[in-house]
């Protein structure tokens, strides 16, 4: 089973690419929704490959015009990467990153620091 949600995971990443090179952001992000929940459904959502995809979830989706749905999905990944993996991995340090772009983008500069 784990094999078979792994494979199901790989394929939506790959398919949302080429949505993405078509210009269909709105098929990319469905397709990210569906690899995140089958990530967090293998791995876990503490997990830092299943955090990885809530981070290119989360870029899709500023990219579609959503950025404030972005930042909110990236406060809730920090929320579970501090704790989890710490303050300075990587992958926390990545999505700090990113949730400070999307603040900026917003107008939010207080929360960004």
Do not use: C, W
Not at 27 to 53: K, M, N, W, Y
Not at 65 to 85: F, K, N, S, W
Request: hydrophobic letters at 45%; charged letters at 25%; zero cysteines.
């Amino acid at each position: 089973m784990l094999d078979l949600l792994r494979g199901k995971s790989v394929a939506h990443e790959a398919r949302k690419g080429v949505a993405r090179a078509r210009g269909d952001l709105k098929t990319a992000v469905q397709l990210l929704r569906e690899a995140v929940a089958l990530r967090t459904a293998q791995l876990g959502p503490e997990h830092s490959a299943t955090l990885d995809s809530i981070a290119n979830l989360a870029f899709y989706e500023a990219e579609a015009g959503d950025v404030v749905g972005a930042e909110q999905r990236l406060a809730r990944a920090l929320e579970i990467a501090r704790p989890r993996l710490g303050p300075r991995a990587i992958t926390t340090l990545q999505l700090l990153s990113n949730q400070a772009q999307y603040l900026h983008r917003l107008r939010q500069l207080d929360r960004a620091l």
